[in-house]
């Protein structure tokens, strides 16, 4: 038998799937099996967070599902890549292998490596854009984030999304597959494209609509909470750009726009962050801009210890760190906040932040996660400048007013009074005792003066 490969890395969805597609088209014009391929390879799999290997295997689960209601199934291997598909393409008489391209470093190694010795095709399906179709005029990428933007939106978006299929051609009957481990799901995130979709649709019906102001509110749930489904495909940019630009098209209101737009906006960053990575793949092992890369950084094992458990003492910035823990993804603003306070409040290298944050989040990306620690150092690409310093404080009044996002995450301090439950440590001992929290007892005191830490901070960059 005469076979088609569509080996599956981070696009695990029928809908809108260039390389399912193009997989699809290569199976019929030569009558040939479609093999729908997961690789599990030890290198990349060792190296990912636990949350993210169980959403991971959630979704392969999910993708069977799916395929064999079209008549297919998944088969998935273990081991190295290019050992497995010489293997398959020997036994199966493979002519074409199609396959989602990726940016970070090791799938753009690992990909040159197989197109050496195999027919592999690479298709764009990551981003709406390829990072080198968005170019400056002299050839060179961008590394500021407006013009980017800028340069992306003004050519028109051609490409509209694929359908799913409706059915499928058969995978080989004597293709040994191994088993997929039994996986706990995640409850506030369960894995698969029919989620990913619900979740759009709901969206787009109600929350992008005030978006530019709903997104800051830790308190309210007005983002789309997409991101693990993009992160692993289960929803294409493509569509969710799609889809946007639907509801923009059918509104005059001026918020709505903007709420829309803004969202809109939000999956540029992602393709700029992913565009940073393809050019400079560097970032992943140093600060963007050369002049940041000797910090003079404290090490401290206790402050990292409380900033990764969610014990600072900052009521927003250990709530954020616990919703991390117990859900696997963090607010946006959450992130910036908490990403501030350790590199500048604790003054501790954002690589650690990093790589805690990659270790936890189900939506952990290199090129997003890396962009967003240097962004918040200030030390990347369109940074925010050293000497903006987010105050804690502040940022927990405006954006989780009374204290509900706190509460929902720190239950030590569900009693305190809203005038207090952004700094507790002002409760005099009879208020404490009547919010039942002994601050240093029950809630830690906080771990650092913030004006204090702030001026430390400034001293360490300017110098
Ligand atoms: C320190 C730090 C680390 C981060 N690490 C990651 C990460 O590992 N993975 C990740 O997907 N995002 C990361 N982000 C970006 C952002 O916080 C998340 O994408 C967002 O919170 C996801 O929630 P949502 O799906 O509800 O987003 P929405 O607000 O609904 O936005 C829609 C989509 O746009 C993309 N997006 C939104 N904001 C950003 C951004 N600032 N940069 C890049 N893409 C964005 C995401 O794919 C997101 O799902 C990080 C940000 C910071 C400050």
Not at 180 to 209: D, M, W, Y
Request: glycine share 6%; aromatic share 10%; net charge neutral.
């Amino acid at each position: 038998m005469q076979a088609i490969i569509w080996w599956i890395r981070r696009d695990l969805r029928i809908g809108d799937n260039p390389a399912l597609y193009g997989a699809i088209q290569a199976a019929l014009a030569n009558g040939r099996a479609l093999i729908p391929l997961f690789i599990e390879d030890p290198k990349l799999w060792h190296a990912t967070a636990t949350p993210r290997q169980q959403f991971l295997h959630a979704g392969l689960q999910a993708l069977n599902q799916q395929l064999q209601l079209l008549g297919s199934r998944l088969v998935v291997c273990r081991g190295d890549a290019l050992a497995i598909l010489k293997q398959l393409v020997e036994e199966y008489s493979v002519h074409a292998i199609y396959a989602e391209e990726d940016y970070s470093p090791y799938a753009q190694q690992r990909d040159s490596r197989i197109r050496n010795e195999l027919p592999l095709h690479l298709v764009t399906g990551l981003v709406v854009r390829h990072p080198l179709t968005i170019l400056k005029s002299d050839g060179t990428p961008y590394t500021v984030f407006t013009p980017f933007s800028k340069a992306w939106k003004a050519v028109p978006i051609k490409r509209i999304p694929l359908p799913a299929p409706d059915s499928l051609a058969p995978s080989p009957a004597d293709i040994s597959c191994v088993d997929l481990a039994a996986v706990q799901g995640n409850s506030n995130f369960p894995a698969g494209e029919t989620e990913a979709n619900k979740r759009l649709e709901n969206f787009l019906h109600g929350p992008i609509l005030s978006y530019a102001e709903g997104r800051n509110r830790m308190d309210l749930d007005g983002t789309s909470s997409l991101s693990p489904y993009l992160r692993f495909g289960m929803l294409s940019a493509v569509q969710a750009y799609h889809q946007a630009q639907n509801v923009l098209n059918q509104t005059f209101d001026t918020t709505e726009r903007s709420g829309i737009e803004t969202w809109i906006n939000e999956l540029i960053w992602r393709e700029f962050y992913l565009s940073i990575l393809y050019h400079f793949p560097n970032v992943l092992k140093e600060a963007f801009q050369p002049k940041y890369r000797n910090i003079p950084w404290r090490t401290s094992q206790a402050d990292l210890h409380a900033w990764q458990q969610g014990c600072t003492g900052y009521p927003i910035v250990d709530a954020s760190m616990r919703q991390l823990l117990h859900s696997g993804w963090m607010h946006n603003r959450g992130r910036m906040i908490t990403a501030s306070f350790l590199v500048k409040d604790l003054l501790i290298n954002w690589q650690a932040g990093e790589d805690w944050f990659m270790g936890h989040l189900l939506d952990g990306d290199p090129a997003s996660n890396n962009g967003g620690w240097q962004w918040t150092a200030g030390t990347g690409t369109d940074a925010a400048p050293y000497f903006r310093i987010f105050n804690p404080i502040l940022q927990s009044k405006k954006f989780d007013p009374l204290g509900d996002f706190i509460r929902r995450w720190i239950p030590e301090l569900k009693n305190v009074p809203v005038r207090y439950i952004h700094e507790p440590w002002l409760m005099n001992p009879q208020e404490q005792a009547a919010a039942n929290c002994t601050i240093g007892k029950d809630y830690p005191s906080p771990i650092v003066e913030h004006g204090a830490a702030r001026e430390r901070a400034l001293q360490a960059y300017r110098a």
